[in-house]
């Protein structure tokens, strides 16, 4: 049986195969990856393995490096490297920093 990202042979429209500039944020991500692979606080596999196992909606909806961040944020979580509270209070100071800064 395959699974939702499974698209061998299947219709999945045209590729864009040009460079494109990467925004900060997927910069970032990519760095944070490269870190924890050097580090050996994760692998590639278990990188894809969480990437395959975002539903099939996430999995849709989210770009390329969203289920990179998406992965790996689970990853850590499973492994306890992160906790769900310490996740939380990231990610609302990052969206008071936003609010800060939209302000300005």
Request: proline share 4%; no cysteine.
């Amino acid at each position: 049986m395959r699974r939702h990202h499974d698209m061998g042979g299947e219709p999945a429209g045209p590729i864009e195969r040009h460079e494109h500039a990467y925004a900060p944020w997927e910069k970032k991500v990519d760095a944070i990856l490269r870190l924890l692979l050097a580090k050996r606080v994760m692998t590639l596999d278990e990188l894809r393995r969480g990437i395959e196992d975002l539903g099939p909606g996430a999995y849709d909806e989210l770009g390329y490096f969203e289920r990179w961040i998406a992965s790996i944020t689970n990853v850590l979580l499973e492994k306890g490297v992160l906790r769900v509270q310490e996740l939380g209070e990231a990610i609302a100071a990052a969206e008071r920093r936003h609010a800060e800064g939209a302000r300005l």
